[in-house]
């Protein structure tokens, strides 16, 4: 079988010999992108340049001829700056927080150079300047490269921008891939085919088709015209043939990802250790305990605070319009259980209508599982449908997370009767405090399933840190402002 492009001979399958392309298979729209991304960094360095030189010195003197030429050259710096951090990287852009970080690290690094070269060199540099212009810059890096990602969502929401991805693995793992993919379209992922160990071609998994067995993986690249290879754990993958199927796919510089069987564990509790010329991978233990989880306390209570204040003629308004447009109480009080197991009151704006409670009995549940959905609940009022579309009947669980019952991010706060039910996973769902919002906010809401919100409870548990706070606190405005899956 012929594969695009000149290239070299090899065995693979039954032993035929194939031939594959060895230019670079990098897709069309990442050198686009690339290109969008560099000219945004030299629009945002030299926007920055502009305003620090124009507040800092005003107009043109022979004083600052050699300011102005720094404004000139501070954008092409800049970009170089970002290439060292490796910022440019196909696999950095649009997926994860570590392109910002990159970007971060770049600014930090040319502050740092500019400091250190001016001492060294005993060069008397503008201060005011320099505090204006690396700052702006890499503000508004930060901003325009956050613009390009939301532009390249939405591409990919159409189906445009995507990855071509060859699975390998066993069915039921490439199945749950396929769906994880597909309805989190903004990773760019897109699963083509499928090889599977014993795998015949004309077959499918999780509507893939399968191109045939591990042996076949370089051909169904070519036949797929697939840029990238996911592998699934898997005992047949072992070290030896993972490594010839790297071997394999480097003369098509086809990129290789590798799921391990950790699936839920984030990235900063792994790391890689080589013993005897091993690579271990070392995982450490969720930190559950100790000054992070006080700093997390502190930050959650300080920002409550500050949101119950700024907030206080919206939480007014709210209250007045439940109570005029439905008899009852403006506020809704009901028990639930905290971190630990321990009970406490959760505070919410009543939107449904006297008598809910005893209402449920005679209703069904959308969903399976212990949570009760209904799309079109009848005891929701016009108003409360309303709040609960934007989140607006959660605003008093501010007050829940001043008291320490509560925190601004974290997994569901449960019923007593959902907890009597939990299994011994489950139950790590109350290892925490549960949240105002978390990963289940900004995933899809009362749209998941029972074991889709278990499951993103659990890896925040795991992997719960005050950057991954601050990550989902960020998503939360947009997954409200949407509405969708709200109900």
Partial sequence: MRVRGEGLMAVAGNGHAVSWGVGPRVPSWVRSYQLRAVLADLCGAGAAATIAFTIRFGGLTPYVLPYLLVSLALPVVWCCAVALNRAYEPRMLGVGSEEFRRILQAGVALTAGTAIGSYVTKTDVARGYVVLALPLVTLFTLVLRYGLRRSLHRRRAAGECMRRVVAVGHPVAIAELVRLFRRERHHGMDVVAACLPGGRAGDNVGEVPVAGDFSDVPIAVGQYTADTVAVLACPEMDG?????????????????????????????????????????????????????????????????????????????????????????????????????????????????????????????????????????????????????????????????????????????????????????????????RPGLTGLWQVNGRSDLSWEESVRLDLRYVENWSLTLDLQILWKTWSAVARGQGAY
Avoid: C
Avoid at 266 to 277: D, F, S
């Fill in 240 to 432: 030896q043939a993972l490594r010839r199927l790297a071997w394999r796919l480097e003369r098509t510089h086809t990129e290789l990802v590798v799921a391990p069987a950790l699936m839920d564990v984030a990235g900063p509790r792994t790391t890689i250790r080589p013993v005897a010329g091993l690579p271990l991978l070392h995982v450490e233990h969720p930190e559950l305990t100790g000054a992070r989880q006080l700093v997390k306390n502190i930050f959650d209570r300080l920002v409550a605070v500050a949101l119950l204040v700024l907030l206080a003629p919206v939480l007014v308004v709210l209250a007045i319009a439940v109570r005029v447009t439905s008899p009852g109480p403006a506020l809704f009080r009901q028990t639930r259980v905290g971190k630990g197991g321990k009970l406490f009151t959760i505070v919410k704006f009543r939107t449904m209508r006297r008598g809910a409670e005893r209402q449920k009995i005679t209703l069904v549940s959308d969903r399976d599982g212990l949570l009760f959905k209904m799309r079109n609940d009848p005891r929701v009022t016009p108003l409360g449908a309303l709040m609960r579309r934007h989140s607006l009947d959660e605003l008093p669980q501010l007050i829940n997370v001043v008291r320490g019952h509560m925190s601004l991010v974290g997994p569901r706060p449960p019923l007593p009767e959902e907890v009597a039910r939990y299994g011994d996973d489950v139950r790590r769902r109350l290892l925490v």
